[in-house]
T-cell receptor
Framework: AQRVTQPEKLLSVFKGAPVELKCNYS??????LFWYVQYSRQRLQLLLR??SRESIKGFTADLNKGETSFHLKKPFAQEEDSAMYYC?????????????FGQGTILTVHP | DARVTQTPRHKVTEMGQEVTMRCQPI?????VFWYRQTMMQGLELLAY????????DSGMPKDRFSAEMPDATLATLKIQPSEPRDSAVYFC??????????????FGSGTRLTVV
């Protein structure tokens, strides 16, 4: 079984401060991890994938297999970053392609 | 930009009525998901299909929910009879799996369902 945990339901920071959204996972196979963002009442959008090792809108995330974590980080938060963020894990094996989400973290960046 | 299209965007219905939500995946995508989003539960996977065949619908209440893909351009999620606790936003997502593809999925705008 696969599980994704985002321990913080709400996270508030001030503009310019660093931000880290936590994500831990449980999966017996080799995981594929993603971060999705949902701006107010809009569709979910893919933010980044661990396999790409990319930086999008200043956000980065590193897969740490030892700690089974995939935390999302940004050194200087902006007001436009305020949104709901979901961490997701895509399964392989017999459940190949199944995408499981964490509970989500609402990030609020104050001016 | 290719998009996943969901209809209707909003639906208000009375308890006991049948509700049908539709999704048009991106052309060429072979995997389609249905998710339900609520404040309490977050995003719950209801069902998903690959090449129109259902792979997993374990998250779906079988007594009232059904999901189908009558063809590659249409996925439907039906609730009969609807109940107030079904009020949520229902998202469809599509993607391409296999043949070396390794992308995230594209989500539709969702159907906001209110059952009164």
């Amino acid at each position: 079984a696969q599980r994704v945990t985002q321990p913080e339901k709400l996270l508030s920071v001030f503009k310019g401060a660093p931000v880290e959204l936590k994500c831990n996972y449980s999966y017996s196979g080799s995981p594929e991890l993603f971060w999705y963002v949902q701006y107010s009442r809009q569709r979910l959008q893919l933010l980044l994938r661990h396999i790409s090792r990319e930086s999008i809108k200043g956000f980065t995330a590193d897969l740490n297999k030892g700690e089974t974590s995939f935390h999302l980080k940004k050194p200087f938060a902006q007001e436009e970053d305020s949104a709901m963020y979901y961490c997701a894990l895509r399964a392989g094996g017999t459940s190949y392609g199944k995408l499981t989400f964490g509970q989500g973290t609402i990030l609020t960046v104050h001016p | 930009d290719a998009r996943v299209t969901q209809t209707p965007r909003h639906k208000v219905t009375e308890m006991g009525q049948e509700v049908t939500m539709r999704c048009q995946p991106i052309l060429g995508h072979n995997t389609v998901f249905w998710y339900r989003q609520t404040m309490m539960q977050g995003l719950e996977l209801l069902a998903y299909f690959r090449n129109r065949a259902p792979l997993d619908d374990s998250g779906m209440p079988k007594d009232r929910f059904s999901a189908e893909m009558p063809d590659a351009t249409l996925a439907t999620l039906k609730i009969q009879p609807s109940e107030p606790r079904d009020s949520a936003v229902y998202f469809c997502a599509s993607g391409l799996q296999g043949q070396g593809a390794n992308y995230g999925y594209t989500f539709g705008s969702g159907t906001r369902l209110t059952v009164v």
